[in-house]
């Protein structure tokens, strides 16, 4: 996303003005980021990147990605597209998605999933030493979630 474009300035500025207004972040901290691969997650971990070397506050970021099981190579070029951008990813790989979808689970697979999905992303954040955990959500996932 080039920093001259319209949704960058929007975007940027947003993110500083909640980071700012709700004391987000504070110097030393250890922020795991919850990369699911998705364009909020990706934007939310290269905006608090590009503003490291500019504000007042030193803080270290953790992208963490809980790959679901499901196969395919969607964790590897996660991690390999991080690693071009100087990001060290993390990968838990896990069985959580095939298991919330097995017959054992026929009830609500999605819920089962992302429970056990943020789950794990508390516990890798933990042990990495992380104190905040970031996640690329929107107003737009939440009513998704809800329905």
């Known amino acids: 996303m080039p920093k001259s474009s319209n949704i960058f300035k929007i975007l940027n500025r947003s993110m500083g003005k ?6 987000m972040i ?18 939310l971990l290269w905006l608090l990147t590009e503003r490291q070397p500019r504000v007042p506050v030193n803080y ?11 196969g395919g190579d969607g964790a590897v070029r996660i991690e390999r597209y991080g690693r ?3 990001w060290p990813v993390r990968i838990e790989f896990t069985d959580f998605g095939r298991v919330a979808h097995s017959d054992v689970n026929r009830e ?7 429970r056990r999905r943020r789950q794990r992303l508390f516990e890798t954040a933990e042990a990495l030493g992380c ?5 690329g959500h929107n107003k737009d996932d939440i009513i998704e979630t809800f329905f």
């Open 108 to 114: 609500n697979p999605c819920f089962l999933c992302a």
């Open 18 to 23: 909640a980071l700012h207004a709700y004391d």
């Open 131 to 135: 104190n905040k955990v970031a996640l």
């Open 84 to 86: 071009q951008m100087g």
């Open 26 to 43: 504070a110097d030393d901290d250890r922020i795991a980021v919850g990369l699911s691969g998705g364009k909020d997650s990706w934007a």
């Open 60 to 70: 270290s970021l953790f992208p963490i990605h809980v790959d679901l099981g499901f």
